[in-house]
C-alpha cells in the first residue's frame, strides 16, 4: 500500500514543525544564557561603579538622577535613596545651577561623547550640610531607545586645594622674604630658584641667574675653595655653614651679607638651600650707634654735673658714674665702685641730710614716680657744696626696684643766688619804705622847720630863742636821715632792651624751684609758638616777676598749681602770673598796689612788693592789671611795649 499525498504532506509539516520547535528551543537556551550573562556583567559593573573611589552620578534627560553610587553618597552626604529621582541641581551652588544646565544641555546636543567639564573655571558643589567644596568633573553621554542618558564623574578636590593652597602659600612667603633665598645644584652649582630679594638685590633676572652658580656672586670664590667650604654639608657632619662675604650685583657694586648653607636630598638628588643676610644697614646701624655712644661718652665726660646708676640699698652702691663725679665730689668715679669701694651716701652726703634724702627718694620709689631733692655734700676736699639731684627707679614686672638711675648738679651757685634774690627783694621793700616814710615825714618836718624858724626871729627871750634853735636843728637832723633814705629809696633808671621774657620767666622758676617743689606747687607754662621781645630792663623784670611768683607762692601754702603764660596782644607782650590759692574780694584787689596795704598777716609782708611791681610796670610804659575772686585764686596780667629792632635805647 502506497502512502498518499495528504500523508506525505503531514509529515513534511510535522519535520518543519519539529525543527522550528527545536530552534526555539535553541534561541530560548541562548537567551536565557545571555540573559545569565547580562546579570552577571550588570553585577560587575554595578559592583564597580559602587566600587569607584570617584562620584559617579547618571542622569536623564530631565536631568534627574536615576544612579548615585557610595562615592557620591560620600561626597555630597547624601544617600542614594535621597538623591534618586532628584534634580542634579540640588548638588549645586544655586548661583551655578542655570550655567551647569546649559552646559549639559549644549553636550546633549554636541557630537561628543565624553567631555570635561568647564576646564577653564572651578566647579563648585553644595553637600546636603549646605557646605560648598571644590570638584573636578567630566561627563560622558549614551542614547538607548530614542532617550539620552548622562553620566558625570566626579572627584572632591578639597584636599588638593589645600595643599595647593599650602605650597602657592610658602611660595609666596619664600618669594616675598626679606632675605635672599637661593636653591643651587648639588653638583653643578647652577641656581634653580632665586626668591625677588635675590632678584632686586643683585639685578639679575632669573634667567639670568639659571645660568650662574654662587661662584658668579662671589668670584674670589675658587671651585676647589667652595668644594671644601661645603663637603662637611654633603659628609653630614653639619647640618649648616654660616660666614660672612661680600656680593656682586649685575651692577658691578658689591655689598656685605651674612651666608646659612644648608645641603638637602631629595629622591637621591642633591641641592643646596642658601639664605642671604643683607648687612648693609646693619653694619650702618652699627656704625651709627658706635657713633651715639662715642657722642654720649663726650656729653657724659662734658656734663658739670654726674650721671649714676646705683642699687637701692642703703649705701646706694653705684654700678655706673659718669666722669663728671670728679669735678662736683672731688673723688674719681673709680672710688665708688667695686667692693670696699666709697659710699656716696655714707661718705659723702651729710649726715644731717641723708636721713631727709633718704625718706624721700623711698617715698618716691615706692610710687613709682621720679623725684627731685636739693641736699648738702661734702668734697672730698671738705668743701660744702648744695646740690639737685633728679632720678627714677627701674621696676621689674613685678614691681621691684632693680636700680636707681639719675643724675646730680652742683646748685650752690644757684642758692648764693637765692640768697642775693631775697636780700635784693628786702631792700626794694625797705627802699619803698623809706621813700614812703621820705613823703609822710618830710611835709610835716618842713612846717614844724619853718614855724619854729619864724618864731625863733620873733622871740626876745634868749631861753625860748635856746629851745627853738634846738628844734630846728633836731628838725634838720631828721630832715637830713630823711634825704639819705630818699637816696637811697630811688631806683636806678632802667637801661631798657630786647628781652625774651620766656628767659626771664625760665630764670626766676630755677631760683624758686627748691621753694615751688617744698610747697607742693605744680608749674604750668603756656607760652604761644611765637613771642616778641618787649622793650624792657631785664634785671627790673626780673624783679618784677620774682614778686608775682613769691606772692602767688605765698597765696598756696598748702600747694597748689602756678601758671605761667606769654602771649602777644596788639602792640605789646603779656605776662599772665596765676595761682591757685585763696583770691581776694573786689575791695582788697582795688587797694593791691598801695603802699603798705597787704592782706597778709602781721609780720609777713610790708605791703610794699606790688607797690615796687607797679612802679616799675609803669615806667615801663606797660600795665599791670588783676582778676582775683574769694577762694578762686588770682591772677595779674602784665602788658610790655614790644621792642623795635631801629628804636633807640631808652635811659
Not at 621793700?429 to 615825714?441: Q, R, Y
Request: net charge negative; hydrophobic share 35%.
Amino acid at each position: 500500500m502506497t502512502d498518499s499525498p495528504l500523508s506525505s504532506n503531514l509529515e513534511r509539516e510535522l519535520h518543519t514543525l519539529r525543527q522550528e520547535l527545536a530552534n526555539l528551543r535553541a534561541i530560548q537556551t541562548m537567551h536565557q544564557e545571555t540573559q545569565a550573562g547580562l546579570e552577571v556583567l550588570e553585577q560587575q559593573l554595578a559592583g564597580i561603579i559602587h566600587s569607584a573611589m570617584d562620584g559617579i552620578i547618571t542622569i536623564d534627560e530631565n536631568h534627574r538622577v536615576v544612579l548615585f553610587n557610595t562615592a557620591a553618597e560620600q561626597i555630597f552626604r547624601c544617600s542614594a535613596e535621597e538623591a534618586v529621582g532628584k534634580p542634579l541641581d540640588q548638588f549645586l551652588p544655586p548661583s551655578l545651577r542655570h550655567i551647569h544646565r546649559a552646559h549639559i544641555d549644549q553636550f546633549a546636543e554636541s557630537e561628543e561623547r565624553n567631555r570635561r567639564m568647564d576646564p577653564y573655571r572651578e566647579i563648585q558643589g553644595v553637600r546636603l550640610t549646605g557646605e560648598e567644596f571644590p570638584l573636578e568633573a567630566s561627563i560622558s553621554q549614551v542614547e538607548r531607545s530614542g532617550k539620552k542618558w548622562f553620566t558625570v564623574i566626579l572627584r572632591d578636590i578639597t584636599q588638593r586645594k589645600v595643599q595647593e593652597n599650602r605650597i602657592s602659600q610658602l611660595g609666596r612667603i619664600l618669594d616675598e622674604s626679606i632675605n635672599e633665598v637661593y636653591v643651587f645644584d648639588g653638583e653643578s652649582l647652577f641656581f634653580t630658584l632665586a626668591n625677588r630679594a635675590a632678584r632686586d638685590n643683585t639685578g639679575f633676572s632669573m634667567e639670568e641667574l639659571a645660568g650662574m652658580t654662587p661662584l658668579d656672586l662671589k668670584s674670589e670664590f675658587t671651585p676647589e675653595a667652595f668644594e671644601e667650604l661645603v663637603q662637611p654639608l654633603k659628609q653630614g657632619t653639619r647640618r649648616k655653614i654660616d660666614f660672612q662675604t661680600t656680593h656682586r650685583r649685575k651692577n658691578r657694586t658689591t655689598y656685605p651679607v651674612e651666608v646659612h648653607v644648608q645641603y638637602l636630598t631629595q629622591e637621591g638628588k642633591g641641592f643646596f638651600v642658601a639664605i642671604i643676610l643683607d648687612l648693609t644697614e646693619r653694619i650702618k646701624t652699627q656704625q651709627q650707634l658706635q657713633e651715639t655712644q662715642r657722642t654720649l661718652s663726650t656729653l657724659l665726660t662734658n656734663l658739670p654735673g654726674m650721671v649714676y646708676r646705683c642699687r637701692n640699698d642703703e649705701g646706694w652702691t653705684m654700678e655706673f658714674l659718669s666722669p663728671g663725679c670728679q669735678g662736683l665730689t672731688g673723688y674719681s668715679s673709680d672710688a665708688f665702685l667695686g667692693a670696699n669701694s666709697l659710699s656716696y651716701a655714707r661718705d659723702v652726703i651729710l649726715p644731717e641730710e641723708y636721713g631727709r634724702v633718704h625718706q624721700e627718694m623711698q617715698d618716691a620709689l615706692k610710687s613709682q614716680r621720679p623725684f627731685q631733692l636739693s641736699y648738702r655734700i661734702r668734697t672730698a676736699h671738705g668743701t660744702l657744696k648744695w646740690v639737685w639731684e633728679q632720678g627714677c627707679g627701674i621696676y621689674s614686672e613685678g614691681g621691684t626696684v632693680l636700680a636707681i638711675e639719675g643724675y646730680i648738679i652742683d646748685i650752690t651757685q644757684e642758692r648764693m643766688l637765692e640768697d642775693q634774690l631775697r636780700k635784693t627783694e628786702r631792700l626794694a621793700e625797705l627802699g619803698t619804705l623809706a621813700s614812703g616814710m621820705a613823703h609822710e615825714i618830710g611835709t610835716p618836718m618842713n612846717v614844724i622847720l619853718g614855724r619854729a624858724e619864724l618864731l625863733m626871729r620873733k622871740a626876745k627871750d634868749e631861753h625860748t630863742r635856746s629851745g627853738l634853735a634846738t628844734i630846728v636843728t633836731q628838725v634838720e637832723r631828721i630832715t637830713k636821715i630823711m634825704n639819705q633814705l630818699l637816696s637811697f629809696a630811688r631806683r636806678r633808671p632802667s637801661e631798657r632792651r630786647a628781652v625774651d621774657l620766656r628767659t626771664v620767666v625760665t630764670d626766676v622758676l630755677d631760683v624758686l624751684r627748691e621753694k615751688l617743689r617744698k610747697q607742693g606747687i605744680q608749674v604750668q607754662r603756656m607760652e604761644a609758638p611765637s613771642i616778641p621781645r618787649a622793650c624792657a630792663d631785664p634785671d627790673q623784670m626780673n624783679q618784677v616777676l620774682l614778686n608775682l611768683v613769691l606772692n602767688a607762692c605765698q597765696a598756696m601754702p598748702e600747694g597748689g598749681t602756678l601758671t605761667l603764660g606769654l602771649r602777644p596782644v596788639g602792640e605789646g607782650v603779656e605776662l599772665k602770673v596765676q595761682d591757685t590759692g585763696c583770691g581776694m574780694s573786689d575791695e582788697d584787689a582795688k587797694k593791691v598796689f598801695d603802699p603798705f596795704f597787704t592782706t597778709k598777716p602781721v609780720g609777713e609782708g610790708t605791703g610794699l612788693g606790688l607797690t615796687v611791681v607797679h612802679g616799675i610796670v609803669q615806667e615801663h610804659e606797660g600795665t599791670i592789671r588783676i582778676g582775683s575772686a574769694p577762694g578762686q585764686g588770682a591772677t595779674f596780667i602784665v602788658t610790655l611795649p614790644i621792642h623795635h629792632p631801629h628804636a633807640l635805647s631808652v635811659p
